[in-house]
């Protein structure tokens, strides 16, 4: 299963990357400024909300290209992908961590990343790739 060191090393692969504390001083991965995929450890309200759900592992935020996308994961693999109220109308999931494996995990690394990047890196990132 995937690791903070798989995370590190697949978003930073990603070009004009930068790994940069957020607000809270946790690690937060950015392209030009926007950050994309961040470490989201449950918070009070969190725990509340989710109650026994709630996972005890490493929790990854990530961005989405839309809520439809958001909602496909969610009914997808719930094991793996979650949300909470704190993330209600917003394009982001929740990861467990320590439950996707580090192919998913560079898809979705990778899709964030394209949500986040201005429209001409993404699309010269999506050229190169192919």
Not at 59 to 86: I, M, Q
Not at 113 to 125: C, E, G, S, T, V
């Amino acid at each position: 299963m995937a690791t903070w060191d798989d995370v590190r090393r697949i978003a930073l692969a990603l070009p004009e990357t930068t790994e940069r504390g957020s607000y809270d001083g946790l690690p937060a991965w950015r392209v030009r400024d926007k950050s994309f995929v961040w470490e989201r450890p449950l918070r009070r309200a969190d725990l509340d909300a989710l109650g026994d759900a709630a996972p005890g592992g490493p929790v990854l935020g990530a961005r989405v290209p839309d809520l439809g996308a958001k909602e496909a994961l969610l009914a997808d693999d719930p094991g793996v992908y979650f949300t909470t109220p704190h993330f209600e109308g917003y394009p982001a999931v929740l990861v467990r961590l320590d439950r996707i494996g580090v192919e998913e995990l560079t898809e979705l690394i990778t899709e964030a990343w394209h949500a986040r990047a201005p429209k001409r890196l993404a699309a010269a990132h999506r050229a190169a790739a192919e």
